[in-house]
């Protein structure tokens, strides 16, 4: 016993003094020493989640790991320059939506504070396109410059208390369902205490926790009947992130289907008023920003990651090349429109094909619904991976949490001056994940983990 807790004690401080380097001593062109550091705390990590740790215990470590970059400077990510400037804007009274940071800098119109730097961290590229953030992310960065409309670095604090925050919740909510699913809690500890959640969200303040928040609540209600509740929590996940939009669908069978039979007229009002209530808050959220150019801006901005923008892609690369070897040039404006038609005949497929009965079979087809997507766009950036980290511990598939580990294979690219992708990197990586996918596939009875009964959920009603 003696011994369990002196390593405890040792990895939990060797791992705080690693996430310390991490945050405050490396450059993202430094891969050698990326590789190094994030392969040791990931020793660690497999540490905790296979050692039979107190509940308490581990989520006082999750805590601690985040706390440590409270005061750090994301180092692997701009994105947070466009946060900050975001919501200053909205502090002074701008639409985000419909203004370009790059017309106030070529203007030499500095209406918020440090724009310029503010401009330089995001860069030309993001300072050249609409903000492609939901309401309530705006709210997020309106709180930022509520509170520090003048340092960045207070900002950038404020921003991680409201992640670390969230990161609190999930874990609350989060032991909460596994428990009602009866799966051991311990499994949020996949999530929380998984190095590349802590450093790609925490450590550079993407709002995927957030996100997952609300959506984590939003599932337990659901379980819990409580339906009408989950809508406007589920809503808010969308107005953080929209991803939460392709999983609608997947709820189709739960409300409509009792046995073999469809039974529209006892469950067709309540599906309906489901999706009433998650389209017409997230319409809601948005009306403080309408205006008459909203809807070409925003859906320019979003388009943008079909039609323009590659990283670390899977099938789409291949595609690529087939397009080079045929065409003699990218396809990318071709397959991006391809990709998301692959995305909805694959999500409608697991809605009306798959069960979808039990709270673990939606979590199970969120999963694969959202990996397809995954699997098939143009742009895969490292945090995109965190939804699929936080539904697979509610399911029997282990494969994302594989990935998280090696998706960090994609930072190659920035150890090159200028940026550019090895793609046999990105070979590398997808290689492994697909190859941990399928073996997992061909097994489907394996256990949740080494320490953990998957007991399969009984059908209820609504």
């Excluded at 690693?18 to 945050?23: G, N, T």
């Excluded at 391809?338 to 005949?345: N, S, V, W």
């Excluded at 394996?446 to 320490?451: A, D, E, Y």
Aim: glycine share 4%.
């Amino acid at each position: 016993m003696f011994n369990k807790k002196v390593s405890f004690i040792a990895i939990s401080v060797i791992s705080c003094i690693l996430y310390y380097l991490f945050a405050y001593h490396l450059e993202r062109t430094a891969f050698g020493k990326l590789i190094l550091l994030w392969t040791v705390l990931f020793a660690g990590y497999t540490y905790f989640i296979n050692s039979n740790f107190s509940f308490k215990n581990l989520a006082a470590i999750a805590i601690l790991f985040r706390l440590v970059f409270l005061i750090a400077m994301p180092n692997l990510s701009q994105d947070f320059y466009r946060f900050i400037w975001d919501g200053r804007m909205i502090l002074e009274g701008l639409n985000p939506y419909i203004y370009l940071p790059q017309t106030f800098i070529e203007e030499e119109f500095f209406i918020i504070e440090q724009s310029e730097e503010l401009y330089a961290g995001m860069g030309p590229m993001n300072g050249s396109h609409y903000t492609n953030y939901p309401p309530l992310n705006q709210l997020c960065f309106l709180l930022a410059a509520l509170f520090s409309s003048k340092s960045i670095l207070c900002s950038v604090i404020v921003m991680r208390l409201q992640i670390i925050l969230a990161d609190i919740g999930i874990i609350y909510f989060g032991s909460k369902l596994l428990r009602k699913l009866n799966i051991n809690p311990n499994n949020i500890f996949l999530y929380a205490l998984n190095p590349f959640i802590i450093i790609e969200l925490t450590g550079n303040l993407h709002y995927e926790p957030v996100m997952l928040f609300f959506l984590i609540v939003a599932l337990y209600l659901f379980h819990k009947r409580k339906w009408m509740l989950s809508g406007f929590l589920f809503a808010f996940s969308i107005s953080i992130k929209l991803i939460p939009l392709l999983f609608l669908p997947i709820f189709l069978k739960r409300f409509l289907v009792r046995g073999k039979k469809v039974k529209w007229k006892e469950n067709g009002i309540k599906l309906l008023l489901f999706y009433s209530i998650i389209i017409s808050t997230t319409g809601i959220l948005f009306l403080p920003f309408v205006s008459e150019f909203l809807i070409d801006s925003y859906s320019n901005s979003v388009g943008l990651w079909f039609r323009s923008f590659e990283f670390n892609a899977s099938f789409y690369y291949i595609f690529r090349e087939i397009g080079y070897l045929f065409r003699g040039y990218n396809e990318i404006a071709v397959i991006g429109k391809i990709a998301p038609i692959l995305t909805i005949i694959f999500l409608l497929s697991v809605s009306l094909f798959r069960r979808n009965k039990t709270t673990a079979e939606i979590i199970t087809s969120m999963l694969f619904a959202l990996s397809f997507y995954y699997f098939t766009t143009t742009t895969m950036h490292p945090w995109y991976l965190a939804t699929l980290v936080v539904l697979s511990i509610f399911t029997k598939y282990r494969f994302p949490i594989i990935w998280s580990f090696v998706i960090i294979l994609s930072y190659q690219a920035y150890a090159n001056t200028p940026w550019k992708e090895n793609l046999w990197f990105v070979a590398l990586e997808y290689f492994i994940v697909y190859g941990y996918l399928i073996y997992e596939l061909k097994k489907p009875t394996q256990r949740l983990s080494g320490k953990n009964c998957y007991e399969k959920e009984k059908e209820s009603g609504l």
